[in-house]
């Protein structure tokens, strides 16, 4: 990177799941005594342009009211502006030329999150294409003659927020940033919160990747100062690198060994025996790597000394009784009924979005595995799954039955998992254990729909707003849970029912409106109770059947 930093213009994609990503990549490059960043960073109301630190979301904007530390952020070159410019377009013309001024001069690297906003789920986000498509139209106008776009990924083996992601996939509001409390928040960094990795991916030039594909002589027409319209050849180009960008950050993220203690707690609540824990820790060690994955197995500790370690840094989440592991839920059989229910789900979305990280690896063949415990109607159960939940590729859902189930097949044979044949696959002796396992991974999201689509239904009759379907999809899990008709807790986060929405949409079964004030929706209860059906006609895991190919 030192050395493309020489050459032209850089931009930095880091991957975006604490606050202090900014502030570690900062801290990195001054180590190396590379150019610190322009770091753009959007939040609620303001976007911060900082020439030499700066600060996401809510913090930046709640931070413009609080004594000193306004008036430090100022000092320290940065400036505030809103994300919203409301169709004004001489604002957002000043906003877009700052940016590409700063990239012209090459001083220094641009950086900002591709994302847009942190993931409070530790899975990758769709990405926003605004600023992306700024730092890009210097070369289309050919004022600069390449830029770098440099994938990195940072990994957190104990993530800052964690408990403060839970609280707000429950709906509870983060609490407001002031001076005070950032001072009482030092009391946190005294916490042991593991290693952090950093993987600066290898510089990727624009230049490369529109040769042969992007026009630019239609700026040639155009005096190089007038603002102009992205063609749609363009905006699709900016799609896909953006998606590449996230594919590249993907797949050089760094799994500890709690990840894969996290997943298979999940899937054996409320205890798991620790010696079993062990072992089928060491099994999944083997089964992500053959996937894929990259694991960071601290020291090359035994398996036992590697999940103790786990344990111990993640107490707050499971600990270790009377040889069995459990979740840290303290106080949950104390209290109302609801308050046991917050508190067990609180534990679950905890120690869910470690599990989560695993996804991305397993994405594939554990598609395939729920296909091979549905009714031949289970493609559409897959669609559902990939296009709202993992769909971490700007990839059409037809385009998944050419490649990523066939990718998905691929490595289940690979491990002989499965056996195929022109017209069928299924599972073989060996392979049922590995299938149970993959298909248990995303049963919380198939049941998670499964009671929000039951909930749409039943009580959505009328035309409603996110904000009403949030709380009211929210208070049906919750009651569903008091009385013990399902354990699906991960039903209770935000994060899956705004999937779930986008889900319906993007099927057709949900219509999305615009309106003065935002968006309304309107359900198709038919569409809608035809994907519960499918939904419901699961075949029992115990009992994996073929399927058609």
């Known amino acids: ?40 960073a959007g939040i609620g109301k303001y976007v911060l342009l900082s020439m030499f630190s700066g600060f996401r979301e809510s913090v930046a904007r709640d931070f413009l009211g609080m004594k000193i530390v306004g008036e430090l952020l100022r000092r320290a070159g940065a400036f505030f502006m809103r994300r919203s410019f409301g169709g004004n377009r001489l604002y957002w013309a000043v906003f877009a030329e700052y940016v590409k001024t700063m990239l012209r001069s090459g001083y220094a690297p641009i950086e900002f999150f591709l994302e847009g906003t942190r993931s409070r789920t530790a899975k990758t986000l769709t990405p926003k294409f605004g600023l992306l ?16 776009l440099v994938p990195i990924s940072i990994s957190y083996e104990r993530i800052l927020e964690e408990s403060l992601y839970a609280y707000e996939l429950l709906g509870v509001p983060k609490p407001k940033e002031s001076t005070s409390g950032l001072l009482k928040a030092r009391r946190i960094l005294s916490d042991n919160f593991g290693t952090i990795h950093i993987y600066v991916g290898q510089p990727v030039s624009l230049r490369t990747l529109a040769s042969g594909r992007i026009n630019r002589c239609p700026y040639n027409l155009v005096p190089r100062h007038l603002p102009q319209k992205p063609s749609e050849d363009i905006q699709e180009f900016v799609s896909d690198v953006a998606y590449k960008m996230e594919l590249l950050q993907i797949e050089n993220m760094v799994l ?12 054996n609540l409320p205890a798991m025996e ?70 067990r789900a609180l534990a679950i979305l905890m120690c869910a979005t470690y599990r989560n990280q695993l996804l991305n690896v397993f994405v594939r063949p554990s598609l395939v595995a729920l296909a091979l415990q549905m009714t031949p109607s289970f493609r559409k159960v897959m669609e559902v799954t990939l296009g709202s939940e993992e769909k971490s590729a700007n990839v059409d859902l037809i385009e998944f039955y050419h490649r990523d189930f066939e990718e998905g097949c691929f490595l289940l044979t690979k491990c002989d998992a499965i056996q195929t044949s022109q017209q069928e696959i299924y599972p073989t002796d060996k392979g049922s254990a590995m299938v149970s396992f993959l298909s248990a991974m995303f049963r919380p999201f198939v049941e998670g729909y499964q009671l929000i689509f039951r909930y749409l239904s039943k009580e959505m009759k009328e035309a409603f707003t996110e904000k009403q379907f949030i709380p009211g999809v929210r208070n049906f899990v919750f009651q569903l849970l008091e009385k013990g008709i399902t354990q699906c807790y991960e039903a209770l986060s935000s994060d899956m029912q705004k999937n779930a929405l986008a889900a319906l949409v993007q099927l057709g079964a949900v219509k999305k409106k615009k309106t003065s004030n935002g968006f309304t929706y309107n359900v198709n209860q038919e569409a809608v109770s035809k994907i519960l059906d499918m939904f419901d006609a699961r075949i029992p895991v115990q009992k994996p059947v073929a399927a058609r190919l």
């Open 274 to 343: 620790f010696e079993l824990l062990i072992e089928k820790t060491l099994w999944l060690k083997g089964l992500t790597q053959t996937f894929g994955g990259f694991i960071e197995w601290p020291d090359n500790l035994c398996a036992k000394k590697a999940v103790l370690s786990g344990l111990t840094l993640h107490s707050n989440i499971a600990q270790l009784v009377n040889g069995h592991v459990v979740l840290n839920d303290k106080g949950v059989e104390d209290g109302a009924v609801g308050e046991i229910v917050f508190k």
């Open 256 to 267: 500890s060994p709690w990840v894969l203690v996290a997943a298979l707690l999940l899937q």
């Open 133 to 148: 498509s700024i730092v890009m139209e210097p070369f289309f106008k050919r004022e600069v003659f390449d830029t770098y």
């Open 1 to 40: 990177m030192q050395h493309a930093i020489q050459e032209h213009p850089v931009v930095l994609l880091p991957s975006h799941r604490s606050y202090v990503d900014f502030l570690m990549l900062s801290y990195l490059l001054y180590t190396y005594d590379l150019a610190l960043p322009v770091i753009a």
